[in-house]
């Protein structure tokens, strides 16, 4: 009887088919460890701990694609792997929110300097990536900094522009999508719009960049033209972007359209309420006529028109200008609630999408950046192997077949009188017309003859003028 196999001979019975993993089995079964999760981050640095064989093949996976947030910041600063960072790391996204400050109640201090701290803090941390890791990521191709949603949170515009300027020049993919929130002082509650000395303008900064640049995203508090030209003695003066797929510049604020840059210089100073559409416009503009840009490149400036409250008729419009096809579209769009949540209808050429207000802008950016399950941002054209996070968006024809009782009003009346009522306007225009592509304006929805709206709200039906045959 010799039954006993020590325990030499167990260890090797339970390791040995860990050991005896093909390298790419074990490459795919931690991927998916990974990219299937929103958890996987967590998970796949505990697999880390296994073997050391494991630790090498997890670091490649876990550093490729380097998701930063404000959780995890501190410690990726204090903890970061030299080596890992320069052979494997092909994209970082940063997502940004301001840190809790710990034994601070800001409920019974001064907010504005509790703001201060914590901003302070993830500013500090911005820096070190900037200057720590950043030159050590020679595999760079994506770079995504994103302020998260209903956060109170300012970059500092001083610190994007170092980001901008350690950026290695391996990187060629560029999202900075602050929101709204960056700011030349972060201290401070008071939204200035005036330039001081010590004001970063973030267009001129970007623009040394842009000429070698491939897919961009920007959602700035401001923006102009400075983006793509100088503005010299003798005009306008635009650069070449010959590199550049896509390229989206994101105007939306709130219901409204962003502000021009204070540092912008206006063409036509006599023309007030310039926004950063108009600006950009006018830039891009020039760049596309000097044959600035390659053939087929993709590059849009999204903006938006907030409708009126006091006439139903007056639709909330999405706006999107086409660079190389010097037109825009203008989407309306009807907010009236469906399956009992507050849903938006979106027309667009190329048919109706219904979501929430987040989806919007991925509507009409086409879906061009995604998040990744692992919360990792890429354009969609560098997406290999990752699981994307579902948007939840539904084409107006799959909606009508799925729900037919789930109507909106616009629906509702197109189908009592039998036709459209508000429909995409295609506007290619010369500049400065009512019908012209830089037109921040709305899109009316029709009353047919013979009908009347009994009350101005989003969700009025129509009624039949009496008297009539
Ligand atoms: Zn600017």
Redesign the pocket.
Known sequence: MNHYQGPQDQTRLMTAPIDGLAPELLNQILSWVYKTDARGRNNLAICLLVCRQWNQQGQSILYRDLVLDTGNLQQFLESFDKNALSSYTRALTLRASAPLVEDWDPNETDAQKYHSISFNRLDGWLRRLTYDVFPLMNKLITLSICVMRNQNCKLSKHTLAAVLKALPATCVDLELDTNGKDSDDINNDFDENTVSDDST????ELRRILPRLQHVRLNLR??????VGKYEEDGFNPIKIPNVQQFLINCRRVWSTSQ??P??ISENPSVREQR?WH?LIHGLSHVMDCGGLRPGADVRVLAQSAGSLAHATIKKTLLCYHATEKCTWAYPLATTPLKGEVLYFLRTESGGFIGESRYLQDIIEGFSWITLKTEARLHKDRVRDGVAESIDVTPEEEWRTRWPRQSCALWVNESKTGMLLAEAERRDGPLGSENGYDALQWVVELTPEGWYRPEQTDGALLERVQGLD
């Open positions: 303008h973030l267009c001129e401001f923006t102009c033209g400075a983006l021009c840059c540092q912008t950063s600006s």
